[in-house]
């Protein structure tokens, strides 16, 4: 690992100014960053430590119903608040269907969303990346791309973006408020990722020193808490990353659908809210005819990017069985394996 | 600044030069404490066998930069027996077999004792499994793992933070 100046600010301000210098990261958990410096792929100059930085580890209930998660809350403490559980299922169920209990316990709210392109050419110094040196080309374009973007990828990059919790945040449509030195400023997490393109080496919103301070979940995101799941389909039943997972949010009423929320993982550089499909199911009873409509229809741009056409019929499929299950209700305990196609829940139905 | 990091290790509170930022909390433990005990497997947060319990939460220590956890509370395998008294966790290690060559074993009692103490599991085994899925075993003992969490679980206030500490 290369060395570099470790500085520690005490306020958001000083952060933002210490992070503007050329080669600064910021430093939270470091679960991500950390794997990254070691394997060499990332080499800072300066690590500004935002861990010590008061204020910013509260998940706080606005006066207008929404919910204010600060960036340094730690996943496992989000997923296992009571009253944050229970309000937004769907993103709970997501978190603890990623990582480990170990990182869940240190990553934080805002390293989650900063986590780096899932693509094993992209974590190999030695392989030609578009990410860590524009212009050298794309070794997984040729090499082991099983689990790469089905959606959005361009020929400069076809990795995926790793999280779970954000898919479920975006389905939601959570926004991140942001700081700066010029000031705070908030955009929509579905607008925070970029898509490759021809620059794949910038792949946030961010500008140069600025930081996540917080994610917000709207009031409306609460409307969907008795349909609410998250499924992910990985090559083993824990501790792996998406193969394709899928959130999936109802409101329904009366047997019919009255509003739905659907967003990928796992397909794409950034989680992917499928709009066209939430339209189709309004006004749909139910059941599993629309979902499969609903299923074709988010994945009718998708394209394999490799040796991996499989994941577009495995994400219709993941898209309805998730639709399934949210129509089916939210589980009053989270289940066992959260987000798993193993997981036992009586009383539902299983297969779209 | 200064590179130095206050900690309380098993108990005891000190303060440590650090001569190098890049130093994680595994390798102050292992390189300047002589607190072997937590294992570099991967070093990558992937094998759990450097699992400790900080501020009471397990965590990866490969992955923790020592200066970052200034004030931290740290507890290692080296601190959880009293005397030639065992911790609960580790009596039923090793009455159920929960390990072969013992390598992960100190990571997996750090975990197994975080795991009782954040009190999501219960006595659910599919629940345990999942909990400890940061933790591998090459030589798969799982199943005696599994049987050791479980019962400990059973066994109201074994585990606590203070009988621990």
């Not at chain 1, 861990?51 to 509260?58: N, Y």
């Not at chain 1, 791309?145 to 020929?155: D, E, K, T, V």
């Not at chain 2, 030069?17 to 072997?36: A, G, S």
Request: proline share 5%; with cysteine.
């Amino acid at each position: 690992m290369k060395n570099f100046e470790y500085v520690r600010p005490t306020t958001v301000r000083e952060a933002a100014s210490a992070a503007t210098k050329p080669g600064a990261i910021y430093l939270a958990a470091g679960t991500n960053l950390l794997d990254l410096m070691k394997a060499g792929v990332t080499k800072p100059n300066r690590l500004v430590d935002i861990t010590h930085l008061p204020g910013l580890d509260q998940i706080e209930d606005l006066a207008d119903g929404s919910v204010r998660i600060g960036a340094l809350v730690r996943n496992a403490d989000l997923a296992h608040d009571r009253n944050f559980a229970r309000r937004f299922p769907a993103v709970a169920e997501a978190l603890l269907s990623g990582a480990s209990a170990q990182l869940r316990n240190a990553a934080t709210v805002g390293g989650n969303l900063l986590q780096r392109a899932r693509c094993a050419y992209f974590y190999d110094p030695a392989s030609a990346c578009n990410k860590h040196n524009p212009g050298s080309g794309c070794d997984a374009r040729g090499g082991d791309n099983r689990l790469h973007a089905i959606l959005g990828w361009s020929a400069s990059c076809i990795a995926t973006h790793p999280s779970d919790f954000c898919v479920a945040l975006v389905a939601l449509d959570a926004v991140v408020e942001i700081e700066g030195k010029t000031g705070r400023r908030e955009i929509p997490l579905e607008a925070f990722h970029r898509l490759p393109g021809d620059t794949p080496d910038c792949e946030t919103v961010l500008e140069r020193g600025e930081m996540i301070v917080g994610v917000r979940l709207p009031v409306e995101a609460a409307l969907f808490a008795a349909h609410a799941r998250y499924l992910k389909v990985r090559d083993r039943t824990s501790y792996a990353f998406a193969i394709v997972s899928a959130a999936a949010a109802l409101r329904i009423e009366e047997g019919v659908i009255a509003q739905a929320r659907i967003a990928m993982g796992g397909v794409a550089l950034k989680p992917w809210r499928a709009r066209e499909a939430e339209q189709i199911l309004i006004g749909a009873e139910a059941n599993t005819a629309p979902f499969a409509s609903a299923a074709t229809a988010a994945l009718a741009s998708a394209k394999p990017s490799g040796d991996n056409a499989f994941k577009i019929e495995l994400a219709r499929r993941v898209v309805a069985r998730a639709l399934a299950l949210a129509a089916g209700g939210t589980p009053e305990r989270m289940p066992a394996l959260p987000g798993s196609p193993f997981a036992a829940v009586s009383g539902i139905l299983t297969h779209a | 600044m200064s590179l130095s990091t206050t900690l309380t290790i098993n108990g005891v509170t000190r303060t440590i030069e650090l001569d190098d930022p890049r130093v994680t909390l595994l390798d102050l433990l292992r390189e300047q404490l002589d607190l072997t005990g937590a294992k570099k497997g991967c070093d990558r947060g992937q094998c759990g066998a450097c699992t400790i319990i900080v501020d009471g939460r397990r965590i990866n220590s490969c992955l923790a930069l020592a200066v970052s956890y200034d004030g931290a509370d740290v507890l290692t395998i080296e601190g959880v027996a009293q005397g030639n008294l065992l911790h609960p966790v580790q009596e039923a290690f090793i009455k159920h077999d929960g390990l072969q060559c013992g390598f992960c074993t100190p990571g997996q009692i750090m975990s197994a004792i975080g795991l009782i103490q954040e009190g999501q599991a219960g006595d659910d085994p599919e629940r345990v499994r999942e909990a400890m899925s940061g933790n591998l075993c090459r030589c798969g003992a799982y199943p005696g793992i599994t049987e050791a969490v479980l019962e400990v679980q059973k066994t109201p206030g074994t585990a606590s933070r203070k009988e621990v500490a």
